[in-house]
């Protein structure tokens, strides 16, 4: 079974410039979980999905924005990049459980973002 | 404010020897409780978890111990091997009807051969 996929692995930017992430999850996972990894916060949750819809949000500012498509795959968007949000972003699928998703969560390998 | 802290951000150990990674939570809400292990340029991978029901439990080389009363956990690998050189996150999360995991800030360990 494939893992979760990220794309694009890397990417630059210049401040004010907008951004879109995707994520693949494993095949039959329908909850997608998106985190910001960065040296000193660690990884912070941003935002997850389930079955196209928003069921939790973290602490972030409105220009981080996500989606997720019939298919479970999901995007997020950082408009008005800031320096501060260079980070590696992670996004994690997980199997469904009793509740509709479980608390152990795959990772994928992370897009890094530099923000100039 | 940081509701999982892993207080120490490196620890070295001998091959062989036992290695502890210790964390500390904040929010009483919490009743899951997961170990990550992350190699550079990869996402992290879980490791080991533990429900608030027991107070441990074992896969192989990998412990980890649960103190409710002291808002404590503990990751026991014994013995280290070099391999298990890596960043090592704690997280907790509330069982319920959403997946958020709240992550510690992450313990870098280095096993010497």
């Known amino acids: 079974k494939a893992g979760v996929t990220q794309t694009p692995r890397y990417l630059i930017k210049t401040r004010g410039q907008q951004v879109t992430l995707s994520c693949s999850p494993i095949s039959g996972h329908r909850s997608v979980s998106w985190y910001q990894q960065t040296p000193g916060q660690g990884l912070q949750f941003l935002f997850e999905y389930f079955s196209e819809t928003q069921r939790n949000k973290g602490n972030f500012p409105g220009r981080f924005s996500g989606r997720q498509f019939s298919n479970s795959r999901s995007e997020m968007n950082v408009s008005t990049l800031e320096l501060g949000d260079s980070a590696l972003y992670l996004c994690a699928s997980s199997p469904p459980g009793l509740a509709g998703g479980s608390d152990e969560q795959f990772f994928g390998p992370g897009t890094r973002l530099t923000v100039l | 404010d940081q509701q999982v802290k892993q207080n120490s951000p490196s620890l070295s150990v001998q091959e062989g020897r036992i290695s502890i990674l210790n964390c500390d939570y904040t929010n009483s809400m919490f009743d899951y409780f997961l170990w990550y292990k992350k190699y550079p340029a990869e996402g992290p991978t879980f490791l080991i978890s533990?429900?608030?029901?027991?107070d441990k439990n074992e896969d192989g080389r990998f412990t980890v111990f649960l103190n409710k009363s002291a808002k404590h956990l503990s990751l026991h690998i014994v013995p280290s091997q070099p391999g298990d050189s890596a960043v090592y996150f704690c997280?907790?999360?509330?069982?319920?009807?959403?997946?958020?995991?709240?992550f510690g800030k992450g313990i870098t360990l280095s096993v010497r051969p």
């Open positions: 997280a907790a999360t509330q069982t319920g009807a959403n997946s958020k995991l709240t």
């Open positions: 533990i429900s608030s029901i027991k």
